[in-house]
């Protein structure tokens, strides 16, 4: 009760201030004259003890009681008095402030300049720049670290890399049944007439280089964002550059597309929407990055994103033990709305697809051990070349019922087969049509691979974390695939009397590797160092999304990869890399590459 009697006191000071600014308010402006201020007194601390009397009396309080709140009561009446006299004395001021800035106006009809002080400008100055500050921390529209509710929902992130590139051919070597040829340029332009190929006629075999060195400078340069959205939804942006629309590659050759500083093209390397109905779900379509466990690039090269939709889960089951699992559906083509072009009736769809699954586990021991594994397999739908209905092509763009089945995007190593079922007629001039001809792949593509990672800490900082992947292609028939095989083949021993070479690709791969040093680079002088051995025979993986380093890219590759990073500043790093690869199968085909890149991110 103390408490209230001594509250209701200090509740009279409420008019008593108000009056005290209105005044202070009038001073300043010399504008009106300053009301009277009313003196009020707090209730005598009488009334307390009479009320505190009055309880005992009834019963409600005992004497102890009593004694403390009449204690309380009158310290609690002490600073209320003093709180008024304060107050009022603070008014009377103001009042007398007023009444001489009032004598102090110019009379009607004169003039006078008043001068302000340098102290009053700057108090003027302060107290807007204060309520600006105020608006717009309440705003969040200007303040200090502060934007629009909007922008604090987007993050943006980006990379430069700036390469050197060394490609180096040793001796040696050489040329066999069509292992040099470039598939994927016949492919993607026309046809090629296989009867007037060199010996026969004049025609000559896009090629890949396997003699000559080069030195190349690249560069490339990514912008990314990602903005968080309501109920779950988040989006994400990314755009990059590139030689060309290649799946596994966003480096752009400086000097290139025409070379002198022509500009160079960007490209959409993401777009995506992801659905968060709960932590441990995500649901993500459009084009993102590669949502499988993937410790090396033996199956998917580092630069690859994934169209189509993916369903992902990942749960902390026990403290230190995580599952996790993924699956999606991913177009890898889908045909031309008016294929065949220059034909008016139109022939039939041919999409291909990738299904993938994957599931796996990660497992904390200790504070020095972490272990990942996880188990894959990866469908490839109607990626392999098919031999057409008989047909007669008698111009290049003349199409037959299955150039669709022909990659639409490779780099090398996979083992190819015609797919042209060609009746060669006899012309006008007694001679043959031509026989233009497009190549598929020979193998059908079901891939099982098994991905692991161990991660020691003993030294930590510093970790030693090895890595290893194994990769089999299911769908892999030698004895289909020798019937049809045009490359990979072995070389006739001298004195045989076999026309056609015997197919000698396969189906599996697998790499081992070991990285010492900083897991993560962050600050200044962190630094890792690498080596990893790979084995990548021709059809275990489709090329066209495989490594595109490792032998200048593909598939049919064995070798080493050393090199190491170092940090140069938070956000900024040097790397160097010395790959060296040989063919596994076919003619010989020896590259050794260097590259040395300076990165950077923000």
């Not at 990942?372 to 070349?385: H, I, R």
Request: aromatic letters at 12%; one cysteine or more; glycine letters at 10%.
């Amino acid at each position: 009760m103390g408490l209230a009697i001594g509250g209701s006191l200090l509740g009279l000071l409420s008019p008593i201030q108000a009056m005290a600014e209105d005044a202070a308010a009038v001073a300043k402006s010399g504008e009106e004259k300053l009301p009277k201020v009313s003196k009020q007194e707090p209730p005598a601390p009488s009334t307390t003890t009479e009320l505190i009397n009055l309880l005992v009396q009834n019963g409600s309080l005992t004497e102890e009681q009593a004694k403390k709140l009449s204690s309380q009561a009158q310290d609690e009446d002490f600073v209320a008095r003093e709180a008024v006299k304060e107050a009022t004395a603070k008014a009377e001021a103001a009042e007398k402030t007023a009444a001489a800035a009032t004598a102090a106006l110019p009379s009607p009809g004169s003039r006078r300049v008043n001068y302000v002080p340098d102290s009053v400008k700057k108090k003027l100055r302060e107290e807007i720049r204060r309520e600006v500050l105020e608006t717009a921390e309440r705003e969040n529209w200007a303040s200090p670290g502060k934007y629009p509710e909007w922008a604090s929902r987007i993050r943006f992130s980006g990379d430069i890399r700036s390469r050197y590139q060394g490609s180096f051919f040793p001796s040696g070597n050489g040329r066999g049944t069509d292992d040099q040829v470039n598939f994927n340029a016949i492919n993607t332009g026309n046809p090629i007439d296989l009867d007037r190929v060199v010996p026969f006629g004049t025609t000559r075999f896009p090629d890949f280089n396997f003699d000559q060195d080069r030195n190349q400078f690249r560069l490339r340069a990514r912008l990314g964002a990602q903005a968080d959205l309501s109920e779950g939804f988040t989006a994400g942006l990314r755009i990059a550059t590139g030689d060309s629309a290649s799946p596994v590659s966003t480096n752009q050759s400086l000097g290139g597309s025409g070379g002198n500083f022509s500009k160079y093209q960007i490209w959409l390397d993401r777009a995506y929407i992801s659905y968060h109905p709960t932590d441990d779900v995500t649901l993500t379509t459009g084009r993102f990055e590669n949502p499988f466990f993937s410790p090396s690039d033996l199956v998917w090269d580092t630069d690859l994103n994934f169209d189509g939709a993916v369903l992902q889960y990942k749960d902390e089951i026990t403290p230190g033990f995580t599952a996790f699992a993924s699956g999606g559906a991913f177009p890898l083509f889908n045909t031309d709305f008016n294929f065949s072009t220059f034909r008016s009736e139109k022939l039939a769809s041919h999409d291909k697809w990738l299904y993938g699954a994957q599931g796996g586990f990660g497992a904390k021991i200790g504070s020095n051990y972490s272990f990942k594994f996880g188990a894959a397999y990866y469908d490839f739908t109607n990626v392999e070349g098919e031999l057409s209905s008989p047909c007669t092509p008698l111009v290049a763009s003349d199409p037959c019922d299955t150039d669709l089945t022909r990659p639409s995007f490779a780099q090398r190593g996979n083992t190819y087969r015609t797919i042209r079922n060609i009746v060669q007629q006899v012309d006008t001039s007694n001679n043959l049509t031509p026989a233009f001809q497009y190549f598929g792949l020979a193998s059908s593509f079901q891939d099982l691979t098994l991905s692991a990672q161990l991660d020691l800490a003993h030294f930590n900082p510093v970790h030693v974390v090895f890595e290893g992947e194994y990769v089999r292609n299911l769908a892999f028939d030698r004895a289909a695939i020798d019937r049809v095989a045009r490359n990979n083949l072995a070389g006739l021993p001298a004195g045989s009397t076999n026309a056609i070479a015997p197919f000698e690709g396969g189906d599996t791969g697998w790499s081992v590797g070991v990285t010492v040093g900083y897991p993560k680079l962050t600050q200044r002088w962190d630094w890792n160092v690498f080596g990893t051995y790979k084995y990548l025979e021709s059809d275990a993986v489709v090329d066209a999304f495989t490594d595109s380093d490792f032998g200048l890219g593909g598939t049919n590759l064995q070798g080493y990869i050393i090199g190491g990073n170092l940090a140069l500043g938070a956000n900024v790093s040097m790397t160097g890399r010395w790959i060296s690869a040989s063919n596994i199968a076919g003619a010989p085909f020896d590259v050794d590459s260097l590259f040395v890149d300076l990165n950077s991110k923000f």
